[in-house]
């Protein structure tokens, strides 16, 4: 019927049902008979049973005081606990339940009752044993699931970062005219994204970006520049506008790069970003930029966060056909150029962060 022996204390202060208890479940169990609720607290100190078998009509501490005090303990709170009574009617055997005993087996009781309503409360607590282990095992296997998605996840999005920066780099190695103008563009973007955040300005589309994706993804504004001429591309004196044509298709380039590789990639959502700010950061708010002409709101909104760093880093820079502006130059030129170059809106957060970006450009 077992195959271990459990530990059964048997309580009863008649020695002739004690004796006749325990020489029925002797067989089966490992029996400690107690005449008293005091020595059932006396062996509990020492034996920890599967269950107790407790008589309720004993002197000094009756079976319900027992109870009481076997749920009020920690250590033995969990015990299953059987009533012996001769006791059958209704209302104490409710007290009884109430007090937290699992059933009542009713004297003189005969050994194969005796022995199946036990087998059946142990059967009951090694399935909630094993209930418990499951869902702690369950619960360890979750948890280092999660730890180990996130890990491979944060693998993932270095990875991606990697691979942004160092394609950044190739379009930065070839532009030697523009040297760390991809840095610190992402530095002001993160500056002026920040006070939007604080701000809760743009808050219903801001809520909807994966911040680390679409700062990484900044660094890829130029990267159709890598398709430019060198002859353009690092030109000492200003361009003609033909030569300036040219380099206005950079921004299609770029766009058609990164489509083709969103075409080839299952996980693309880091690029979403980057194809937006790519196609739209030379648009203009009153619709006069390049290449589609969009105007207001219709530009998205990283193409005009990225409108407003990447000009004022082109006007801080030296460059061979000119000497850089000043910060205060630059800040001016922005703000003047509120509700024509640049979304008004954020040219008011600019103006409160451009501390931020005098102290990034160095």
Same mark, same amino acid.
């Given at each position: 019927?077992?195959?271990?022996?459990?530990?059964i204390?048997?309580?009863?202060?008649?020695m002739?049902?004690?004796?006749?208890?325990?020489?029925m479940?002797?067989?089966?169990?490992e029996?400690?008979?107690?005449?008293?609720?005091?020595?059932?607290f006396e062996?509990?100190?020492n034996?920890?049973?599967?269950?107790?078998?407790?008589?309720?009509?004993?002197?000094?501490?009756?079976?319900?005081?027992?109870?009481?005090?076997?749920?009020?303990?920690?250590?033995?709170?969990?015990?299953?606990?059987?009533?012996?009574?001769?006791?059958?009617?209704?209302?104490?055997?409710?007290?009884?339940?109430?007090?937290?005993?699992?059933?009542y087996?009713?004297?003189?009781?005969?050994?194969?009752?005796?022995?199946?309503?036990?087998?059946?409360?142990?059967?009951?607590?090694?399935?909630?044993?094993?209930?418990?282990?499951?869902?702690?095992?369950?619960?360890?296997?979750?948890d280092?699931?999660?730890?180990k998605?996130?890990?491979?996840?944060?693998e993932?999005?270095?990875?991606q970062?990697?691979?942004?920066?160092t394609?950044?780099?190739?379009?930065?190695?070839?532009?030697?005219i523009?040297?760390?103008?991809?840095?610190?563009?992402?530095?002001y973007?993160?500056?002026l994204?920040?006070?939007?955040?604080?701000?809760g300005?743009?808050?219903?589309?801001?809520?909807?970006?994966?911040?680390?994706?679409?700062?990484?993804?900044? %660094?890829?504004?130029?990267?159709?520049?890598?398709a430019?001429?060198?002859t353009?591309l690092?030109?000492?004196?200003?361009?003609?506008?033909?030569?300036?044509?040219?380099m206005?298709?950079?921004?299609?380039?770029?766009? %058609?790069?990164i489509k083709?590789i969103? %075409?080839?990639?299952?996980e693309?959502?880091?690029?979403?970003h980057?194809?937006?700010?790519v196609?739209?950061?030379?648009?203009?708010?009153?619709?006069t930029?390049?290449?589609?002409?969009?105007?207001?709101?219709?530009?998205?909104?990283?193409g005009?966060?990225?409108?407003?760093?990447?000009?004022?880093?082109a006007?801080?820079?030296?460059?061979?056909y000119k000497?850089?502006?000043t910060?205060?130059?630059?800040?001016?030129?922005?703000?003047?150029?509120?509700?024509?170059?640049?979304?008004?809106?954020l040219?008011?957060?600019?103006?409160?962060?451009?501390?931020?970006?005098?102290?990034?450009a160095?």
């Amino acid at each position: 019927m077992h195959d271990t022996r459990h530990k059964i204390i048997l309580v009863d202060d008649n020695m002739a049902n004690l004796t006749m208890g325990r020489n029925m479940l002797k067989a089966f169990y490992e029996v400690y008979p107690a005449p008293s609720a005091a020595k059932l607290f006396e062996i509990l100190e020492n034996v920890t049973p599967g269950l107790v078998l407790l008589d309720i009509e004993m002197p000094e501490m009756n079976g319900y005081e027992a109870i009481k005090k076997l749920k009020a303990d920690p250590r033995f709170k969990d015990i299953p606990v059987i009533f012996l009574t001769a006791k059958s009617d209704e209302s104490s055997e409710l007290e009884g339940f109430d007090l937290g005993a699992v059933d009542y087996i009713s004297k003189p009781f005969s050994g194969p009752l005796l022995l199946k309503r036990i087998d059946n409360q142990l059967l009951i607590v090694s399935q909630k044993r094993d209930l418990l282990a499951s869902r702690a095992a369950l619960k360890d296997y979750a948890d280092n699931l999660e730890i180990k998605v996130r890990d491979k996840t944060k693998e993932v999005i270095n990875l991606q970062n990697a691979v942004l920066a160092t394609v950044a780099d190739l379009v930065e190695f070839r532009d030697k005219i523009t040297g760390g103008h991809i840095h610190r563009t992402q530095l002001y973007l993160k500056a002026l994204v920040d006070e939007l955040v604080m701000e809760g300005v743009y808050t219903n589309e801001v809520k909807k970006w994966n911040m680390d994706f679409f700062l990484a993804s900044a %660094q890829l504004h130029d990267v159709g520049k890598i398709a430019i001429s060198d002859t353009i591309l690092n030109k000492p004196g200003k361009l003609t506008p033909e030569e300036f044509e040219v380099m206005k298709t950079h921004v299609t380039v770029g766009v %058609q790069a990164i489509k083709k590789i969103m %075409q080839s990639a299952d996980e693309h959502a880091f690029l979403d970003h980057a194809l937006l700010v790519v196609g739209t950061h030379h648009e203009k708010w009153d619709g006069t930029g390049y290449p589609a002409g969009l105007k207001s709101e219709n530009i998205p909104l990283e193409g005009r966060l990225m409108a407003i760093v990447d000009v004022y880093d082109a006007l801080i820079a030296d460059r061979p056909y000119k000497k850089g502006f000043t910060h205060s130059e630059a800040c001016k030129i922005i703000e003047d150029g509120a509700g024509t170059h640049f979304d008004p809106v954020l040219v008011e957060v600019f103006k409160k962060v451009n501390a931020d970006f005098e102290r990034a450009a160095g």
